[in-house]
Nanobody
């Protein structure tokens, strides 16, 4: 599984960005797709996820401002972020979870940098 993330950039506080992630496989073959984010010196943390059945999960920091969605025809997952804050500055990574045999497999995109200026 290959993942290609895009859409990061520089935005002012209060602004919006939409990140995109294109998968090389049918996204319904995946258990879940997610966005993680990472700031320097800290571990990568889950920000938003969408499961195979369409259930979405959000980190507390994302809830109410962020929407994860997908377009199965394009094998794409999106992360719409509104009301961005300087603390949202991070590298955002697309992630896919695949039920391999015998273990779960995880794949990562290359990361896209989001910078929010105050």
């Amino acid at each position: 599984v290959q993942l290609q993330a895009s859409g990061g950039g520089l935005v002012q506080a209060g602004g919006s960005l939409r990140l995109s992630c294109t998968a090389s496989v049918d996204i319904f073959s995946l258990n879940a797709m997610a966005w993680y984010r990472q700031t320097p010196g800290k571990r990568r943390v889950l920000f938003a996820a969408i499961l195979k059945d369409g259930t979405t999960n959000y980190a507390d920091s994302a809830r109410g401002r962020v929407t994860i969605s997908r377009d199965s025809a394009k094998n794409m997952v999106y992360l719409q972020m509104n009301g961005l804050k300087p603390e949202d500055t991070a590298v955002y990574y697309c992630n896919a979870e695949f039920q391999g045999v015998p273990t779960m497999e995880y794949y990562w995109g290359q990361g896209t940098l989001v910078t929010v200026s105050s």
